[in-house]
């Protein structure tokens, strides 16, 4: 059924909520009603990418290879990865920038900035005794 919810930032927004209980229907609506709406997400996803795209600022960042959608979700990833790899060690984004394979931006996404950093290295020295 859908309910109009009042989100925590103020706005309000029409949401289909269901389940079988009724308890269930009002813990789904107060969680919606603790998080901000679409709209204000969206525009702090935005903010973000723009902040993190200054961090980068004279990074020369070269297309990803791979299927179209495994392009745009690492483009996604590598842009939002390196400005907080950045943080921890100021000279890895030049060489993590060098990573053409949108697959391996997807499959480290869990990583942590160290480990991330690790692989990387561990990559790179195979590839080179190799
Ligand atoms: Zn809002």
Redesign the pocket.
């Known amino acids: 059924m859908d309910r109009s919810i009042t989100?925590?930032?103020?706005?309000e927004?029409s949401h289909f909520v269901d389940g079988t209980f009724a308890a269930d229907i009002d813990r789904m609506t107060a969680r919606l009603a603790r998080q901000?709406?679409?709209?204000?997400?969206e525009?702090a996803a935005a903010a973000r990418a723009a902040v993190n795209l200054l961090a980068l600022g004279a990074l020369v960042l070269p297309p990803l290879e791979g299927s179209p959608r495994q392009v745009a979700w690492a483009e996604k990833l590598r842009a939002a990865r390196l400005p907080t790899v950045m943080k921890t060690s100021p000279t890895a984004p030049a060489r993590l920038a060098e990573v053409r394979d949108a697959k391996w931006w997807i499959e480290v996404r869990a990583m942590s900035d160290a480990q991330l950093i690790a692989s990387f290295d561990t990559a790179a020295a195979i590839t080179v005794s190799v």
Not at 7 to 11: F, I
Not at 36 to 41: D, I
Request: aromatic share 0%; net charge positive; charged share 25%.
């Open positions: 989100h925590s930032c103020g706005h927004q901000r709406c679409r709209q204000c997400r525009g």
